[in-house]
């Protein structure tokens, strides 16, 4: 089932939009202190008020803000209705080789735009830096930030790779990627173009994209050696961010006409 298959929630576009974690979503519904702040202090939202809530798992609800004091840190909710989406037939998840930082917060927030279903972040040979083993919380809370102002009620898993392209490898087996795509300079040999209908495929669709300074023929290998299909998106040389919001672009554009907006 896709989005276009079920009702749409009533057109409430005025309302402002939080995030409650999914563990959270019981009574009492208890905004934390960043959302509460901000509902509070920043958009100063009345007691009475209803505020749209995302949980990042497809689920949306309707809430309308309880009292509270001037000075509290924490903002209850009194839950009105909700509606869950079930999650796409066509998946995305982009593969990006490590770089530098602001870049990966730009890109955190497109591939949410853009409905990415995973973002993996992946330690290549030419990575500037090593990757971390753990994810960040100022990560979540950008992913967050990009579903409140697109409504987005899936957050994309968020994954680091610092085995290098081995692990890449492995976790792409492992999380049954049907359809694997590693983007490269348009004269490899047995290239294929990407375009909506190579990425818009039912399943999940893995696009790797290198660092900034690009793939070693090493690591292009292996891919190709795993079933990874070198691919191009033309002969221009992309900057690697740019290569990567074109490929969900490309996808999301895809099951926009799926759905025939």
Known sequence: MDLKDIPAPPDWSDARTFFLEPEQWREPYELDVAESHHLTR???IREGE??????????????RVAPYKKNAKTVLLEFVDE????EPES???????WTKAARRGWILEKAVEFEASG??????ERSQFP??????????????????QCRNPWLPELRTLPGGVEELIALAEESG???RHVLVESGHKSVMALTPETLGQPGRTLCVVGPEGGFTEREVSRLAEAGFLPATLGERVLRWETAAVLCLGLHWWKRQLDRKL
């Open 42 to 44: 920043v958009l100063r």
């Open 50 to 63: 209803e505020v749209r809530v995302l949980d990042g798992k497809g689920r949306e609800g309707r809430f």
């Open 83 to 86: 509606w869950s989406y079930p």
């Open 91 to 97: 998946k995305v998840i982009l593969a990006a080789g």
């Open 119 to 124: 973002i993996w972040l992946w330690q290549a």
């Open 131 to 148: 990757v971390p083993s753990d994810i960040k919380e100022s990560w979540h809370g950008q992913l967050v930030a990009g579903a409140k």
């Open 177 to 179: 990627c049907e359809h």
